[in-house]
């Protein structure tokens, strides 16, 4: 079998020895391979540094698979995901809907495995994961015997890979439907046109946490089926929760009824819009908790995304009763921890609120960040609670 080669730069190979596994196209030399092929890192000098996916569209041209220069086995594909399946199994979650594959924190580089009850959806985000599918596939279904397996290849990054977007079902049936069940909550979760694969399930740790915490009058804002919502209801008087979406609301609606939630209300509204309103009409909250999209979806965006986090965390704080709770989220990866603290600190200068933090978290232990890759680390969540 011949091997395919591709030679780094040595800023190329600083990089990958630095333990971050990605080296970008400009990075790349001599390419002895076609997109998609795993590939043997050839360094400046000559020397095999590792065995990576190689793409030859995305900015990202290697993506480091293992740091062997052996020629993989046919177990080594399995290997990884056992791992990576095994240590879910570990973590006793309490939730019939998880990450199974968190891509680079799995060393499964740009593949999103996630489990909703007997059902997987699987997303591959490069050329490499995306030729590997059939035998992922293959791999998936022997470990973990789902009902069905859907591709929800949608995602835009996919065009940067110079690959389609497209929703198919690879193995079984699936259904439009599936019940999972989070805690004491069902959802019903469409795998097909759900945001991310259905549900935000790097939240589902955070929800847990913020329950300990929830009590008389909640405020969620940016709800999408409700999450947060559903999960403090039962410590709550009353629960207001608003999102955009019509959509998202009428499945917040049905989601309250079908866990028998009376308390819960979901208007659809712009959250930006309703804070202000509610401040007008001096309404106030016990508890508040703000999960809004990333607002930096780029380095470029990152300012006007601070200046969002910053107003809406100002205006929450307004409207927080004294010994209220904010549980506040950024899942920006280009917004640090650091910078969304100090944002959430000027708010509470501006708000005059003397504020305590009570837990500084972050995405789900099934959605684990890899060390040396910063950009893995992309949930941040503050617990604080308003002092005065
Ligand atoms: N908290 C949710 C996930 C929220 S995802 C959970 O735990 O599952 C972000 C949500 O914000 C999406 O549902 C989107 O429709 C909504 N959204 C985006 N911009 C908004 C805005 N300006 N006002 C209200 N909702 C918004």
């Known amino acids: 079998m ?41 360094g400046p ?10 793409s030859d569209r995305s900015e990202i041209a290697l993506r480091q698979v293992t740091r062997s220069t052996d020629p993989l086995d046919s177990t080594f594909w399995k290997t990884r995901l056992q791992d990576a399946i095994r240590f879910r199994a570990s973590l006793d979650i309490d939730a019939t809907a998880y990450r199974l594959v968190h891509g680079e924190a799995d060393r499964l580089p740009s593949l999103v495995v996630d489990r909703y009850g007997d059902y997987l959806v699987v997303q591959a985000l490069s050329q490499g994961i995306d030729k590997l599918l059939p035998d992922i596939t293959r791999l998936l279904v022997e470990l973990t015997s789902p009902t069905g397996i859907l591709a929800r290849n949608d995602p835009r990054v996919r065009l ?37 694969t259905g549900l935000f399930l790097d939240q589902r740790e955070n929800r847990v946490a913020a329950a300990r915490y929830a009590r008389g009058k909640l405020l969620d804002a940016f709800s999408y089926h409700g999450g947060f919502a559903l999960a ?4 709550c ?41 509610l401040e007008r009409r001096g309404e106030r909250f016990d ?21 969002g986090y910053k107003e809406i965390n100002l205006r929450a704080l307004k409207l927080l ?63 604080l609670r308003k002092l005065n």
């Open 237 to 277: 008087d009353e629960v207001l929760a608003i999102d955009i979406s019509e959509d998202a609301v009428a499945r917040i609606r049905l989601n309250a009824e079908r866990n028998g939630l009376a308390n819960v209300q979901a208007r659809a509204m712009n959250v930006f819009d309703e804070l202000r309103e």
């Open 45 to 54: 000098r000559g020397r095999p540094i590792s065995q990576a996916l190689y």
């Open 287 to 307: 508890t508040i908790v703000l999960d809004p999209p990333a607002f930096a979806k780029s380095k470029a965006a990152v300012n006007k995304a601070l200046s």
């Open 232 to 235: 403090l209801a039962p410590t």
């Open 160 to 196: 940067l890979e110079g690959l389609d977007r497209r929703v198919e079902v690879l193995h079984g049936s699936v259904p439009d439907t599936i019940e999972v069940r989070e805690g004491q909550v069902t959802y019903a979760v469409d795998p097909y046109r759900g945001q991310k």
């Open 2 to 42: 011949s091997v395919h080669t591709v030679a780094v730069s040595r800023r190329g190979e600083d990089r990958l020895r630095s333990g971050h596994p990605w080296v970008y196209k400009s990075d790349v030399g001599e390419v002895r391979a076609s997109g998609g092929d795993v590939v043997r890192v050839i």
């Open 321 to 383: 009763s004294p010994g209220g709770f904010l549980v506040t989220c950024s899942c920006s990866y280009n917004v640090s921890e650091a910078a969304f603290a100090d944002v959430l600190a000027s708010a509470a200068v501006d708000a005059h609120a003397e504020v305590a933090v009570v837990e500084k978290r972050m995405q789900g232990r099934d959605h684990p960040v890899l060390m040396t890759v910063p950009e893995t680390y992309y949930l941040k969540c503050f617990i």
